[in-house]
């Protein structure tokens, strides 16, 4: 897999993201409840000013898809909403051998997603390479993934 670029920090991540998702008008996060939730609430937070809708779907249940909506408290779940959209950000929880989520049952999501759109773009959002370690990449046709490390330190002072 090719670097393209590389930089550090929330920051620089939220701005990749931005970018790519400059040309969508509608994008549906897909990651695991809980853990992936206040990733994709702080991906939505940096498009928070733009017009374009955005949702949640919790591991593969579409029909259950819940709108990503502004409050004054950040990115909040709301109502329940169409899943359908032009741009698909999987999150990297999802790939978690635990979650049971295979990417060939994606493969069918995907395409309920796409259904009508004629931009498809799938971006993908992880931590320590898990969609390469899992071998996501190979069985999904990714646009780009936003890779990132987490180091941490607990210090006494």
Not at 135 to 143: M, Y
Request: some cysteine; charged content about 25%; glycine content about 8%.
């Amino acid at each position: 897999m090719e670097i393209l670029e590389k930089s550090e920090g929330i920051g620089a991540l939220l701005k990749k993201f931005a970018s790519l998702a400059r040309e969508s008008e509608k994008i549906i996060f897909i990651g695991t409840p809980g853990f992936c939730t206040p990733f994709a609430e702080i991906a939505a937070y940096s498009l928070r000013k733009s017009s374009r809708q955005m949702g949640f779907v919790a591991n593969t249940d579409i029909e259950k898809a819940k709108q990503l909506i502004p409050t004054d408290m950040g990115m909040q779940l709301g109502d329940t909403i169409d899943y359908h959209a032009d741009m698909v950000v999987l999150l990297g929880g999802l790939a978690m051998p635990k979650t049971g989520v295979e990417p060939e049952e994606l493969k069918t999501i995907l395409e309920s997603i796409y259904e009508g759109s004629q931009k498809k773009l799938l971006i993908g959002i992880c931590f320590q390479s898990i969609f390469e370690k899992q071998g996501w990449t190979d069985a999904l046709d990714f646009d780009c993934i936003i890779d990132s490390d987490m180091s941490v330190s607990l210090k006494k002072t």
